[in-house]
């Protein structure tokens, strides 16, 4: 599935539509997942479609990674996403990789079908919820704040789409043996200087891509242009401190949960070879526990 797709496509999926097995077994993995709503959406995905669901959080180190992904494979699980810190690790425990996970050098998805596919949801996720923000990825200007996995998924994708060159803002220089690729086209500069705060102002996407979550902001709310669409690749419980503020100033917003459904869709059509409905992962996300 390519990272530069604007919609999920009809997957060949794990088995392919028809011969799912009557109760769909899906999880995710991650360490410390204090908070996630993935298997909310596995659920409502594959209710959907009329199958039956379990799905489980599984705390899970990546020293056991390993371990854990054959078990699930042994247990006939169809499938699972990964979090942080796995992403990276599991690109060296499938048995192929998509060219999304393999450019992005991380895997957030993984079909155990067929023998064991990682792919990378991503990247395709982002541009889906660009589209659904009526943001033009090709047209956009995007600035992302750190350099990590994600940061790369998302200025691949963003390049394969035909974007403009994204803007980089971290602490250290991203190395060219990084996965961005020599004709990718960043433009990377340092927190702080004057060139990080003029791609921020010139952003018409602002993408924190950091895992700061709590008081401390990635970039002061009156910083950021009034016309600029924020977004925050974290969720929690509640919203996080940065993204309430920025709404309180005004701001266009869209945090973590809401790029969680589209990159959940995408995984959904690699498991169950078929698209999944957009409407049913929109009402489960926003149920809120009790």
Known sequence: MSAASSRPPDAAGAGGAGSHPERIKLAVLGDPLRYTRSPDLHRAGCAA?????????LRTPVDALATTLERLAHE?????????????????????ASPAARRARSVNTIAFADGRLGDSTDGAGFLDLLA????SAATCSVTLLGAGGSARSLALALADAGGRPVDVISRREPEPG???????????????????????AVADVLVNCTPLAGDEF????????RATLV?????????????AAA?????????GLSLLVHQARRSLA?????????EPLLVAASRREP
């Open 270 to 278: 690699i498991w169950l070879g078929r698209d999944v409905p957009l």
């Open 218 to 225: 990635p970039v002061a709310v009156e910083h950021i242009p």
């Open 132 to 135: 659904a923000e009526q943001r």
């Open 49 to 57: 479609l009329g199958l039956e669901c379990e799905s489980v959080a």
């Open 76 to 96: 006939a699980y169809t499938g699972c996403n990964l979090t942080m810190p796995l992403k990276e690790p599991a690109l060296a425990l499938v048995g192929r």
């Open 231 to 243: 977004v925050d690749l974290t969720y929690g419980e509640r919203v996080t401190p940065w993204v």
């Open 247 to 255: 709404r309180a100033s005004g701001l266009e917003v869209v945090d």
């Open 178 to 200: 990084e996965a961005w690729g020599g004709a990718l086209g960043k433009r990377w500069s340092a927190w702080g200087t004057g060139a990080a705060t003029r791609a921020i």
